[in-house]
């Protein structure tokens, strides 16, 4: 067995998608139309044949009060693993993501912590 996708609720898949390409650098892998939304799923150009992330829409009365419960409490909603936590922090920082942790140290790991801008607080950590 083994994670074939992932998901990351967003206000707005468009601009989820943007975001997550233009300035995260994943790829578009999936883009099927259902309905009013997509399965639109992105994969990194690291690993194209790895783990989907699925830009999932919030529209579940449920999923709001959780996202704004996980944000107001500073929790992540998900984790990415980067080779440079500072040298992604400044390159992502200078495309104008906001932080609201700057890289912190915690034993092995050193993690950041930014706005995705879609309603998430997403963790990019460096083993």
Not at 62 to 79: F, H, M, Q, R
């Amino acid at each position: 067995m083994k994670i074939y996708v992932t998901s990351v609720f967003v206000d707005d898949q468009r601009k989820a998608q943007k975001f997550y390409t233009e300035v995260l650098g994943f790829r578009t892998k999936r883009d099927i139309p259902i309905g009013e939304a997509s399965w639109l799923t992105l994969v990194s150009p690291e690993a194209p044949d790895g783990v989907e992330l699925l830009l999932e829409p919030d529209g579940h009365p449920a999923v709001k009060p959780y996202k704004e419960a996980l944000v107001n409490d500073g929790i992540p909603a998900t984790s990415f693993q980067v080779d440079d936590v500072r040298a992604e922090f400044k390159r992502l920082t200078e495309l104008g993501v906001r932080f609201t942790q700057e890289p912190t140290e915690m034993g092995d790991v050193t993690a950041a912590v930014f706005d995705d801008t879609c309603g998430n607080l997403v963790q990019i950590v460096q083993m």
